[in-house]
T-cell receptor
């Protein structure tokens, strides 16, 4: 079990540029989640996948954000035309059913700074 | 999902037990209680969860009151590395629902030497 990994760990970009983050979940975890966390706040849910299907999206996920999970393995989160308000930590988590529950395991996050 | 209430911050002496309370008075019968923690600049870490019965694992114990309206996370021998923000979350577990976590502000636990 290598845990959830995220790349890159840090990204600095200029306003208006596009960025893409990658998340590799724990193998055999069929659910994958994206969250965003700004300074001093708890993580906020963005979207989740069950296998390759994107089943829920938060209203926080504007049309500049898109997420994919081809083949139900790794996932990418793309932000187009970045704005300074997009600066945050982007967290990925994965889970699978164990007994009656789904514990989520988080990656280290990608910290995005938009200048 | 039910809302939770936690104290904003707590201190604990190193080596002593840390008892972190959580109120979830509107919890319904099929909602689980989950605890996560987040050490500074890291992703949240799963600690423990329970439905009705008290639970214990290698990290902590979870005590849920009989009416399930509140719970306490116990770290039996707190160390400096337990300094973190602790989140109490309640949610339903259903196969046809995503099980997204709704984080509140959490409790900032400071373990002091």
């Amino acid at each position: 079990d290598t845990g959830v990994s995220q790349n890159p760990r840090h990204k600095i970009t200029k306003r208006g540029q596009n960025v893409t983050f990658r998340c590799d979940p724990i193998s055999e975890h069929n659910r994958l989640y994206w969250y965003r966390q700004t300074l001093g706040q708890g993580p906020e849910f963005l979207t989740y996948f069950q296998n390759e299907a994107q089943l829920e999206k938060s209203r926080l996920l504007s049309d500049r954000f898109s997420a994919e999970r081809p083949k139900g393995s790794f996932s990418t989160l793309e932000i187009q035309r970045t704005e300074q308000g997009d600066s945050a930590m982007y967290l990925c988590a994965s889970s699978r059913r164990q007994g009656g529950s789904y514990e989520q395991y988080f990656g280290p996050g990608t910290r995005l700074t938009v200048t | 999902d039910a809302k939770t209430t936690q104290p904003t911050s707590m201190d604990c002496a190193e080596g002593r037990a840390a008892n972190l309370p959580c109120n979830h008075s509107t919890i319904s019968g099929n909602e689980y209680v989950y605890w996560y923690r987040q050490i500074h600049s890291q992703g949240p870490q799963y600690i423990i969860h329970g439905l009705k019965n008290n639970e214990t694992n290698e990290m902590a114990s979870l005590i849920i009151t009989e009416d399930r309206k509140s719970s306490t996370l116990i770290l039996p021998h707190a160390t400096l590395r337990d300094t973190a923000v602790y989140y109490c979350i309640v949610r339903v577990e259903r196969d046809n629902q995503g099980g997204k976590l709704i984080f509140g502000q959490g409790t900032e636990l400071s373990v002091k030497p």
